[in-house]
């Protein structure tokens, strides 16, 4: 059974930083791109940030410099370090997982996690 958990939201300061964690089990991890999604409340998800099975990483533009995605596929685990942390980036953060290649469209990813909040407070 594939699975994915996040984890390591929580509340934060405008400013601050966090580490979110995401968890695989149940496919060859070392296989997969994995991808970051947020979603706001009252708006569509949206894509935050992937990384090849590969290594190769894509960020969308507004977090450029400011967010960064590894993996560690000896733990089955990609880490999403979030820093100058603003309050539009509160959401719920979501990872998902897809064979080999990144994408922008949320569609095309066939495994998700149940999601962490992030909440930035002014």
């Known amino acids: 059974e594939v699975q994915l958990v996040e984890s390591g939201g929580g509340l934060v300061q405008a400013g601050g930083s966090l580490r979110l964690s995401c968890l695989a089990s149940g496919f060859t991890f070392g296989d997969y791109a994995i991808g970051w999604f947020r979603q706001a409340p009252g708006k569509e998800r949206e894509g935050v940030s992937c990384?090849?099975?590969?290594?190769?990483?894509y960020y969308a533009d507004s977090m450029k410099g400011r967010f960064t995605i590894s993996r560690d596929n000896a733990k089955n685990t990609v880490y999403l370090q979030m820093s100058s942390l603003k309050p539009e980036d509160t959401a719920v953060y979501y990872c998902?997982?897809?064979?080999?290649?990144?994408?922008?469209?949320?569609?095309?990813?066939?495994?998700w996690g149940q999601g962490t909040q992030v909440t930035v407070s002014s």
């Open positions: 990384i090849r099975s590969i290594g190769y990483t």
């Open positions: 998902a997982a897809r064979p080999k290649v990144c994408s922008d469209y949320a569609t095309y990813f066939g495994s």
